[in-house]
């Protein structure tokens, strides 16, 4: 089975500070997705990244980066947090050119900017 | 613009009714459609998928979905609910690409009454 892992599944930040939430898949799959997930909003994507040191923006790239310097590994980078960014943050993962085309997901962060 | 949209944002049914939440979709070319279901404190699990052929698809834990691409919907129905049902469920919307980008609706929160 397909694992991703999420390095924190709460996370509590000042205002200010640079916040790394961590990604890491053991299947070998070439794209990586960051999600932000809000009540009423559904999943929105931020970034994504279709292979090492690719990305591209997704719908609402708007104060975060990322990072991926492994294939198994896409860091998800808040620069400069602020209490807007309080949110849930999902990391998801999927083969290139695999016939099922579904997306796995981590357990997600929760994250609290004060 | 492509969009998927989860009209009922909450649900409530008693154990062993029937279920069925609603999913429309507005998508230029040929949808791949997905159905997610987020228990309390989890990642997505892939409930279940279409992709072409018959136009209701069975899924896990006894869910099926139909898909209406005269209405442009993919409903999920369950004939009898269980309290282990009770999560938030996303309906998404893709094409067959490289990139398994998805679209993802608002969430519909189900609650099951014993």
């Known amino acids: 089975d397909v694992k991703v892992t999420q390095s924190s599944r709460y996370l509590v930040k000042r205002t200010g500070e640079k916040v790394f939430l961590e990604c890491v898949q053991d299947?070998?799959?070439?794209?990586m997705f960051w999600y932000r997930q809000d009540p009423g909003l559904g999943l929105r994507l931020i970034y994504f990244?279709?292979?090492?040191?690719?990305?591209e923006k997704g719908d609402i790239p708007e104060g975060y980066s990322v990072s991926r310097e492994k294939k198994e590994r896409f860091s998800l980078i808040l620069e400069s947090a602020s209490t807007n960014q309080t949110s849930m943050y999902l990391c998801?993962?999927?083969?290139?050119?695999?016939?099922?085309?579904?997306?796995?997901f981590g357990p997600g962060t929760r994250l609290t900017v004060t | 613009a492509q969009s998927v949209t989860q009209p009922d944002i909450h649900i409530t049914v008693s154990e062993g009714a029937s279920l069925e939440l609603r999913c429309n979709y507005s998508?230029?070319?040929?949808?791949?459609l997905f159905w997610y279901v987020q228990s309390p404190g989890q990642g997505l699990q892939l409930l279940l998928k279409?992709?072409?052929?018959?136009?209701l698809v069975q899924g896990i834990k006894g869910f099926e979905a139909e898909f209406k691409r005269s209405q442009s919907s993919f409903n999920l129905r369950k004939p009898s609910v269980h309290w282990s049902d009770a999560a938030e469920y996303f309906c998404?919307?893709?094409?067959?690409?490289?990139?398994?980008?998805?679209?993802f609706g608002q969430g519909t929160t189900l609650q099951v009454k014993p």
């Open positions: 990244s279709y292979d090492v040191k690719m990305k």
């Open positions: 998801a993962s999927y083969l290139s050119g695999r016939v099922s085309y579904e997306q796995y």
């Open positions: 998508y230029g070319a040929t949808p791949y």
């Open positions: 998404a919307v893709g094409a067959k690409s490289n990139t398994g980008k998805l679209i």
């Open positions: 279409y992709f072409s052929g018959d136009t």
């Open positions: 299947m070998d799959h070439e794209n």
